[in-house]
């Protein structure tokens, strides 16, 4: 059984038992270590136990009983003995999967505090709201959120065969899915049909929601789907995709790495295609 976390932004009143402190120095988020050495959230009653004095705090709620803060550290402060900074994606990488998901969260809600001390539209300094997570201009009134940029992921998939693309940044030999964002006004199946049309010049039919990720890099919302070819010769738009073919189910190449929804997509349907089901669950 997963263990449970339940968000909330209002903080408890009184701190008396160890909590669990997401904290980062840009993008760097603050570690102890394993027995294994492998990244540990660290848990204390306060971080000034160890020396730290955060610039800015927010309360995430509680993952298995315990409370979970978000905490911006200043750039200078040094790591205390023993403890590290580490990028968000070895995070991703080598934490449980609910924890990893709340230090997803944990820097986008920083990250967006820090950005966000003044009006976009007047200057003025901004305040935080005390019944929901904004922060709201004084003088205009403008309000501004935690932004999340929506994205879409593609699995052309054509009898047993699925349609992979490589960018140039891509490490060599490693193809993925079909990925774009989301434009004002678009729905996410219209993003899906004009991504896979502009990157690869292929028509698709039977679009299926296949899931979805939060991908804090820096505030995506990753929506995967697979879709059946239509029509149309492969031909990469030779400026996002350097190169683009069919796969057969039984023989992909170096894929991305398993912690991201398109490694999840790949493997799921190139399987159920090697078996002779169809891509979707049905
Ligand atoms: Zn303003």
Redesign the pocket.
Known sequence: MSIEYVPHFIPPDTRSEPALWFAFQRSQMLVCRGDDDSPVVPCCRDLGEHGLDPLRTHYLGTYDGRHCYTVELHESAPAPAGWGLVGLREVFAQVEGTLAAISGRAFQIIDWDRNHQF?S??G?QTVQRENERARV?P??K?VTYPPISPAVMILVTRGREVLLARKASFAPGRYSALAGFVEPGEMLEDTVVRETREEVGVEIRNIRYFGSQSWPFPHSLMVAFTAEYAGGDVTPDGVEIEEARWFDASAMPALPPSISISRRLIDTVSRRLAAGEPAYAS
Do not use: A, E, V
């Open positions: 009006c539209r007047c003025t201009c003088s205009c403008r």
